[in-house]
Structure formats: structure tokens, C-alpha cells
């Protein structure tokens, strides 16, 4: 820009500044952010102002504008209320009075309504490195800009205050700045409340510190599952299915309330559809579902999973073939996604039948649509291994002696996560089972271990352990009213690998909530490399075993892979959207003709790949390779043969001139529209240049198609 006389600037016109970049109508609410571009929307009961610093902050509250609730320190602001019909004359009559120096509706981010994006009065100019100090001045005069400060670290950039003489807010003079051809970036300096990760506002969560906690009275830091940062990625969606089998339900407990919640509830015991408790059950199975999804709904608990649904299974009580079957059979039917069963045989050792090994594994390769159900059991409570032998002494009666095999035939099932338990300390719970088979641990309380027998009328319990045993209990939902563990509708000292395999359940329903495309056992492996190494020097109480550590393949005895970490799984689960269908087929096309885009044509080109394959589209990603003098002129968009057109770049790139971009479904889930698709027919890739002057041409492009 070359308008200046005699040294000094002349004022730009706002109305001759160029079209290239945001709409007119959008440039209220497009927020310019990293190279990206946020769209907002403006809350309707709530303005900030900022006063001037004679303003008497005892007058704040007493203003008729509107409702004051709050001070925003750092930026000088002032937050208000009103109602939402109010909001337009609060804000002119807060202009008109005197001691406000500036006023600003405050924002939400579109789709996360929650989060309340507040504007200061600062916005930063990146100028291009041929920008003169003349121009430079022309530009903040034109916008009412007053030069603060430069940014050490970047040429050519600086911060802006808005006056009070600018006759539009930070967002949409950033949005007009973004199209002028001396400046690569805008940005208002915006402000977001920080806030601890995602806290459920159910009234007894805090007591449930297997999830979430920051140390106390037994409790060692990082002794949870670290939920909170997974729940800010999903609280689990209601189609992923956690199956609790289990002794009964309460399905009249506050916590497993909410539309789509409970699923094909089933009782095999009495053959019907309410698999509720009887007078005399404690109903375990209450309390594992609680740990596993109890509802989030402002009451009670939280579960590890709170937005999945609950398939109830109660189950006869033996564990007979035709019984195996029946469970996992519905399960898979009835359409679950994870199967959690906190229970095992009665038995020192017991191996599987041909016909339970056989159902087990056709609910691990059958079950979701052929991704297979991911199968989660107890390591059991004995203190003892799930596979192995042990010499025994001390027990009543010598009712066990010398060596003595142990077998859990569930739990050493290869297509079953045997799940062992750590306490509050990240210590081996005391009861906890182990050995090569265990795969994760997870919190649980601790306690002697559990084992008994009964013989001839009596009752036989393993040896005891003489020493104390630190480590909290959980707390979870039971039997509404006196009924169950505790007299009230929660208890707190539930347990066992029983409470440690609803954990890992829940984990798993987040993760397939946030990837649903993962297999069985690909779940099965983000848990194991995701959980955390605890470590556990000290000898067995019981057996004085030291089992603690990790071999070279990072497992351990006590502990399998490790304690499981919610947060890490589920984002490695997001991270791998799309990653994880290189097993199938793929068609892989390029277009190598090179073709002129046409400048300032809303018609644009398309360049065409035509796929013989017929299929489905499982998995599509589509590689572009451009120059033009200015990209931020381009919209770009792929078109499937039936016509449907996907977005795949808006006009955000600026004054760039070299795009080689591969976009796909995990960069753009637009793309996810496509799923199901044919893949058969012309593809085509289509470009506009929606502003003057610039010129460009696509090079070449490339679609590849899973299916």
C-alpha cells in the first residue's frame, strides 16, 4: 500500500477494504484463532463491561443496566446478567453511561455452549515482512487501533488496544484486518475461565477417589484412573453398552435413571425380563454397575462411563454350559460392547468346557457387528494364581495341603482381560489374584483374602493375615433403602477384583465411545500400553511373594500391564480414528493433470478420478497438491458420485501460497458423511476462487478408499 503523503498516512476507507477472507456476515462471528477459524455465537443473558477508573466499585451492583456478577481481574472487566429480551438495551444504555469505557457481549463456542469466551480490549497484528511503519499506522488509524507493545519472537508483529473511538468489537475488526493483504494474521486477545478437568456435579463423586483425587488420608497420588481428563474427550455415549453380570439389579436406584439407560434387561435365575434382587440378595451386582456407568444426572454417584447404557444380566447362579451360553449368547444378540463379570467358580481349579470356551470366544470375534464384544472378568480373590500352584499350609481342617493347583478357566481365557486389583496406596490389594494372565489392574479396596469353602455344613476360610491392611473402600450405588451392603442407597467399603473389573468395563466404554471402529482386541491393547507401571517392592503379607515389578515385556504378576489410565486410552483410541482399517482393501487413484483455477469464477474447476471398485466406503482420505498467489481465496470440496458435496478446506489459509494437504476423516469428520457409500464412480475434487487478482492452478490430487 503505497497511500501516504508527505510521510503521513492517509485513512483507509473501511468500506473499500477487500472481500478476500471471512464473509461480511460472519465476520461477528468467526473467530480468527491459531491459523484456524472458531465460529461463536453470542450468549443472550450476559455482557462484560469495562469501567473507567473512576467508577465506583461499590455502584456496580446498583446499576439498572443489568445484574452485576462477577470481576474479571486480569483484563478490567465487569460480568453482568440480564434476561435474554433485556440484552440489546443493557448493553446501549451501558455504552451511553459515562463511567463505561467499553462494553462487549461475551461468546460460547458453537456446540460447547459451556465454554464463555469473554473479549478484551487487545488485539495482535501479524504484518507481512514488506510493511512500512506508514502503512502500519494507516491501518490501526483506520480501526481505531492504539499500538501497545510489539510480540518478542515474531517479525512483524504487534499488539493493538481498541480504542473507544472503534465502532465495531475485536472479533469483527479482526475478521475486516484478515483480509487486507499487509497483515498474515489477526487475532482479538480473548479470555476463557481456566478450570480443573471435567467434575460431574453429583454430590457424592468426591467420595469416589478411584476416579479422581488430589491425595489425602490414604490415598497416594495417582492411585486413580485419571477420568477427569478422559471425561473431557467423552462421558461415554448410550450406544456403547456395558453387560453387567451379575447376582441382581436394583433398576429403581436413582443412579441408573435417564432415557436410553437401562438396555435388554434379562434375569436368567427366574427367566423373565427384571432381573431385580430378591429379599435376601445383597445385590453385588448393583454396586459393580454403579462403578462401572452410574448415571451423571446432579445426584448420587458417577460411574467411569456415565453416558453408556446398562444391560443387566442376572445370572442363575451356576455355572453350567447351557447357562454360559445364555449369557454371553444374549449379550451378543441384544447388541452389548462390553461384557463385565465379576465372578468366577466356586472352585480351586477350574477348567472350561468345550461349549464355554466356545461361547466366550464367539462374543469376542462375533459380537458388534464382527468387532467382538471386549470381555472383561475378575482375577478372583484369593490371593492366589489364576493359573499355577502354590504350597499350602495353615488351612482349617487341612483342608488344602502341599502343592496345589490353581485354575481360573475364565480368567485365563485368551479372549478375556483378567483384571487384578491395587488399593488407594498403589499397592497389590492383599486378596488380589495374579499371574501371567492377568492383563490390568485397578483400584479396588483391600482386605484379607477371601477364599472359602463349605464342607459338611462348615465353612472354611483360607489362613488369615496377621498384619494391617491399609487402603480406602469403594464407594458405589446399592440397594435403595436398608436393603444390600448399607442401610442407605450407597456403600462405601465395596470391593474385591468384583469392584476393580467395572472400573476397567467403564474405561473400555469410553474408549469405544471415542473410536467406536476399534476391534476387541485393539481395545484390548490400548488398555494394556496405556495403564500405568505402578510398583509394588514390598513382600506378599500373606505369601511374602515379591511379584511387584516388570519383566522385559512390561507385565507383572500382580499388576498385568499396569494400573488403567483412563485419560491416556481414550486418547490414544481418538488418536487412532481412521488409523485402523489398514487391513482393508484400498483403492489408491491420482490425478496427475495439472488445470488453471479459474480467478473470481464461482463455477471453478473440477478435476475427476473415476473408482471401477464397487464397494462400500469404509475409510477415505483425499491428498491435494496446489499453488496460487493467495489460497485464502479457495474453497475446495470433494464430490462423491451421488453428488454429495463435503467441505473439505474454507477460505483459512490466508496469504499461503503452496498447499500439500492430505485431509482425512481424523482431521476432518466431515468425511464421516460418506461411510456407506458407494465407491464406485467419478469422484471429483472442486475448486473455487471466490476473489480478484490472484491466480493458481491445482497440480494434482489423490483419493484413496478403504472399503
Known amino acids: 500500500m503505497n497511500d501516504t503523503y508527505g510521510g503521513l498516512p492517509q485513512r483507509i476507507n473501511s468500506s473499500d477494504l477487500p472481500t478476500r477472507g471471512v464473509p461480511a456476515s460472519s465476520l461477528g462471528v468467526v473467530l480468527q484463532r491459531g491459523g484456524e477459524e472458531l465460529i461463536l455465537e453470542k450468549a443472550l443473558d450476559r455482557f462484560t463491561i469495562r469501567p473507567t477508573t473512576d467508577f465506583p466499585?461499590?455502584?456496580?451492583?446498583?446499576?439498572?443496566?443489568?445484574?452485576?456478577?462477577?470481576?474479571?481481574?486480569?483484563?478490567?472487566?465487569?460480568?453482568?446478567?440480564?434476561?435474554?429480551?433485556?440484552?440489546d438495551l443493557a448493553m446501549s444504555q451501558a455504552r451511553a453511561d459515562e463511567n463505561v469505557a467499553f462494553a462487549s457481549h461475551v461468546?460460547?463456542?458453537?456446540?460447547?455452549?459451556?465454554?464463555?469466551?469473554?473479549?478484551?480490549?487487545?488485539?495482535?497484528?501479524?504484518?507481512?515482512?514488506?510493511?512500512?511503519?506508514?502503512?502500519?499506522?494507516?491501518?490501526?488509524?483506520?480501526?481505531?487501533?492504539?499500538?501497545?507493545?510489539?510480540?518478542?519472537?515474531?517479525?512483524?508483529?504487534?499488539?493493538?488496544?481498541?480504542?473507544?473511538?472503534?465502532?465495531?468489537?475485536?472479533?469483527?475488526?479482526?475478521?475486516?484486518?484478515?483480509g487486507l493483504k499487509e497483515v498474515l494474521a489477526?487475532?482479538?486477545?480473548?479470555?476463557?475461565?481456566?478450570?480443573?478437568?471435567?467434575?460431574?456435579?453429583?454430590?457424592?463423586?468426591?467420595?469416589?477417589?478411584?476416579?479422581?483425587?488430589?491425595?489425602?488420608?490414604?490415598?497416594?497420588?495417582?492411585?486413580?484412573?485419571?477420568?477427569?481428563k478422559a471425561w473431557d474427550m467423552t462421558r461415554g455415549v448410550r450406544s456403547v453398552v456395558i453387560a453387567v453380570v451379575d447376582d441382581s439389579f436394583d433398576?429403581?436406584?436413582?443412579?441408573?435413571?435417564?432415557?436410553?439407560?437401562?438396555?435388554?434387561?434379562?434375569?436368567?435365575?427366574?427367566?423373565?425380563?427384571?432381573?431385580?434382587?430378591?429379599?435376601?440378595?445383597?445385590?453385588?451386582?448393583?454396586?459393580?454397575?454403579?462403578?462401572?456407568?452410574?448415571?451423571?444426572?446432579?445426584?448420587?454417584?458417577?460411574?467411569?462411563?456415565?453416558?453408556?447404557?446398562?444391560?443387566?444380566?442376572r445370572s442363575t447362579g451356576f455355572l453350567d454350559d447351557v447357562s454360559i451360553e445364555e449369557i454371553f449368547n444374549w449379550a451378543i444378540n441384544k447388541g452389548a460392547s462390553v461384557i463385565s463379570c465379576s465372578w468366577g467358580a466356586s472352585a480351586v481349579y477350574f477348567p472350561l468346557s468345550l461349549r464355554q470356551k466356545a461361547a466366550i470366544n464367539l462374543a469376542a470375534t462375533k459380537g458388534r457387528n464382527g468387532k467382538g464384544c471386549v470381555i472383561i472378568f475378575a482375577a478372583g480373590n484369593a490371593n492366589r494364581p489364576v493359573n499355577g500352584t502354590i504350597y499350602e499350609r495353615n488351612w482349617p481342617e487341612n483342608i488344602l495341603k502341599g502343592n496345589t493347583d490353581w485354575l481360573s478357566g475364565f480368567a485365563v481365557h485368551p479372549d478375556v482381560m483378567a483384571i487384578a486389583a491395587s488399593t488407594s496406596l498403589n499397592k497389590k490389594a492383599a486378596y488380589s489374584n495374579w499371574g501371567v494372565n492377568i492383563s490390568l489392574c485397578a483400584p479396588s479396596n483391600n482386605a484379607s483374602p477371601g477364599m472359602s469353602f463349605q464342607e459338611k455344613g462348615f465353612i472354611f476360610t483360607q489362613p488369615a493375615i496377621a498384619t494391617s491392611l491399609n487402603g480406602l473402600g469403594m464407594f458405589t450405588t446399592d440397594q435403595v433403602g436398608t436393603a444390600g451392603y448399607d442401610p442407605s442407597n450407597f456403600t462405601s467399603n465395596f470391593g474385591g477384583t468384583s469392584s476393580a473389573t467395572p472400573v476397567v468395563a467403564g474405561v473400555a466404554a469410553l474408549v469405544l465411545s471415542a473410536n467406536p471402529d476399534l476391534t476387541a482386541q485393539q481395545v484390548k491393547r490400548i488398555l494394556q500400553e496405556t495403564a500405568d507401571k505402578i510398583v509394588d517392592s514390598d513382600p506378599d503379607p500373606q505369601l511374602g511373594?515379591?511379584?511387584?515389578?516388570?519383566?522385559?515385556?512390561?507385565?507383572?504378576?500382580?499388576?498385568?500391564?499396569?494400573?488403567?489410565?483412563?485419560?491416556?486410552?481414550?486418547?490414544?483410541?481418538?488418536?487412532?480414528?481412521?488409523?485402523?482399517?489398514?487391513?482393508?482393501?484400498?483403492?489408491?487413484?491420482?490425478?496427475?493433470?495439472?488445470?488453471?483455477?479459474?480467478?473470481?469464477?464461482?463455477?471453478?474447476?473440477?478435476?475427476?478420478?473415476?473408482?471401477?471398485?464397487?464397494?462400500?466406503?469404509?475409510?477415505?482420505?483425499?491428498?491435494?497438491?496446489?499453488?496460487?498467489?493467495?489460497?485464502?481465496?479457495?474453497?475446495?470440496?470433494?464430490?462423491?458420485?451421488?453428488?454429495?458435496?463435503?467441505?473439505?478446506?474454507?477460505?483459512?489459509?490466508?496469504?499461503?501460497?503452496?498447499?500439500?494437504?492430505?485431509?482425512?476423516?481424523?482431521?476432518?469428520?466431515?468425511?464421516?458423511?460418506?461411510?456407506?457409500?458407494?465407491?464406485?464412480?467419478?469422484?471429483?475434487?472442486?475448486?473455487?476462487?471466490?476473489?480478484?487478482?490472484?491466480?493458481?492452478?491445482?497440480?494434482?490430487?489423490?483419493?484413496?478408499?478403504?472399503?
Not at 466406503?617 to 474453497?635: P, R, S
Request: charged share 15%; glycine share 6%; proline share 6%.
Open 57 to 87: 466499585r461499590q455502584q456496580l451492583s446498583q446499576v439498572s443496566w443489568g445484574i452485576w456478577q462477577r470481576s474479571i481481574p486480569q483484563a478490567q472487566l465487569e460480568l453482568f446478567t440480564v434476561a435474554p429480551t433485556q440484552l
Open 545 to 707: 511373594l515379591r511379584q511387584g515389578a516388570y519383566d522385559g515385556n512390561g507385565h507383572s504378576q500382580w499388576f498385568g500391564y499396569g494400573k488403567v489410565n483412563a485419560a491416556k486410552a481414550v486418547q490414544t483410541a481418538q488418536q487412532l480414528r481412521g488409523v485402523e482399517l489398514a487391513a482393508n482393501q484400498q483403492v489408491q487413484i491420482k490425478n496427475n493433470s495439472p488445470v488453471a483455477i479459474p480467478d473470481n469464477n464461482k463455477q471453478g474447476i473440477k478435476s475427476a478420478i473415476a473408482v471401477s471398485q464397487a464397494s462400500t466406503v469404509k475409510d477415505i482420505q483425499v491428498t491435494v497438491n496446489i499453488t496460487h498467489d493467495f489460497l485464502g481465496d479457495l474453497e475446495i470440496y470433494l464430490i462423491a458420485p451421488n453428488n454429495q458435496q463435503i467441505l473439505l478446506q474454507n477460505r483459512t489459509l490466508g496469504r499461503r501460497i503452496d498447499l500439500q494437504t492430505t485431509y482425512t476423516m481424523r482431521s476432518h469428520p466431515v468425511l464421516k458423511q460418506l461411510l456407506s457409500f458407494s465407491t464406485q464412480g467419478r469422484w471429483q475434487l472442486w475448486i473455487i476462487d471466490y476473489a480478484p487478482q490472484d491466480l493458481g492452478k491445482l497440480n494434482s490430487w489423490e483419493l484413496v478408499i478403504s472399503f
Open 251 to 313: 433398576l429403581n436406584h436413582p443412579d441408573f435413571q435417564g432415557a436410553g439407560k437401562i438396555v435388554a434387561p434379562r434375569d436368567l435365575k427366574e427367566n423373565d425380563f427384571l432381573p431385580l434382587p430378591s429379599e435376601k440378595d445383597h445385590s453385588h451386582g448393583t454396586a459393580c454397575a454403579g462403578i462401572a456407568l452410574a448415571e451423571e444426572n446432579g445426584t448420587g454417584i458417577v460411574g467411569v462411563a456415565p453416558g453408556c447404557a446398562l444391560m443387566p444380566i
Open 107 to 178: 461468546y460460547t463456542l458453537k456446540n460447547h455452549l459451556g465454554t464463555f469466551i469473554y473479549l478484551n480490549d487487545q488485539i495482535t497484528i501479524q504484518f507481512i515482512s514488506e510493511v512500512n511503519t506508514a502503512e502500519i499506522n494507516a491501518i490501526s488509524s483506520t480501526f481505531s487501533l492504539v499500538p501497545q507493545k510489539p510480540v518478542l519472537g515474531i517479525p512483524n508483529t504487534f499488539v493493538f488496544l481498541v480504542s473507544k473511538q472503534a465502532t465495531e468489537n475485536p472479533i469483527k475488526i479482526t475478521n475486516q484486518l484478515q
Open 186 to 228: 489477526a487475532e482479538p486477545n480473548i479470555l476463557v475461565q481456566s478450570e480443573t478437568h471435567y467434575q460431574p456435579r453429583d454430590p457424592l463423586y468426591p467420595q469416589q477417589w478411584y476416579l479422581n483425587h488430589n491425595g489425602g488420608n490414604q490415598l497416594t497420588v495417582g492411585s486413580h484412573i485419571s477420568v477427569e
